[in-house]
């Protein structure tokens, strides 16, 4: 299951959440990314890699899924993305029909209204205003064709991650017990 859509729309903010609240839950596994970004304190838990560091891993073959946006570099390595029940990670609109052919996609589209985008990015304060104008106006289409279900994060935290909760439970439905793939 892949989460995405446009910047502030909270995807970092509720699959945190989510990933508490299912610790332990063997049905799931959250992949952790790799990012040329340096760690901001309650930010993303990613692996952060010097740009060179990027480069070097994925001339190895060490990404499974990589993309750029922002002027940074991100990746998903192969270790992420174990052949448990359930795969749930964050990625770039760009890279979603490549996923969909390595293994079966279910996409959480997260949205929120553009003035909801707009203060949240300029609460989280990582990006500058330049940037932040950059990020606000960065149109991705959702490729046609894949399995979308849309989570709009426009009220709480909590709110947002109960919405993104029924849809990982929703798809999850089909996990043999010990959360073994059917
Ligand atoms: N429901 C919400 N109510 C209030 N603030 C929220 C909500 N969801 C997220 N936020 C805040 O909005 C900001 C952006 O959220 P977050 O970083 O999770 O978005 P994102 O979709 O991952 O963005 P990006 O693609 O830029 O990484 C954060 O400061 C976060 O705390
Ligand atoms: O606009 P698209 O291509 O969908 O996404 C581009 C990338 O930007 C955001 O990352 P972050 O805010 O830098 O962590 C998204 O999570 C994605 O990885």
């Known amino acids: 299951m892949a989460l995405a859509g446009p910047s502030g ?6 699959l945190a ?10 049905r799931f596994h959250f992949a952790r990314r790799s990012v040329t970004r340096l760690p901001t304190p309650g930010g993303e ?3 952060p890699l010097t740009p060179a560091a ?3 891993a994925l001339a190895a073959g060490q990404f499974l899924l990589h993309w750029r946006a922002h002027g940074l570099g991100y990746g998903i390595r192969h270790a992420e993305a174990p ?6 990670l964050s990625l770039s609109r760009a890279v979603l029909l490549e996923a969909a052919a390595l293994r079966p996609l279910t996409v959480i589209e997260v949205t929120a209204p553009p003035a909801l985008l707009a203060a949240r990015l300029a609460g989280r304060g990582r990006e500058d205003a330049a940037a932040i ?4 106006a960065r149109e991705v289409p959702l490729p046609p064709a894949l399995d979308v ?11 947002g991650t109960a919405r993104l909760r029924s849809a990982l439970e929703a798809v999850a439905a ?5 959360g073994i793939r059917p």
């Open 17 to 26: 959440a989510a990933q508490a609240e299912l610790a332990g839950d063997p």
């Open 149 to 159: 279900r849309r989570v709009v994060n426009d009220g709480t935290v909590e709110a």
């Open 54 to 56: 990027f480069e070097a």
């Open 45 to 47: 838990a990613h692996e």
């Open 174 to 178: 089909a996990c043999l017990p010990g």
């Open 9 to 14: 729309a909270g995807k970092d903010t509720l």
């Open 83 to 88: 052949g448990g029940c359930v795969v749930v």
């Open 133 to 136: 104008a950059a990020r606000l």
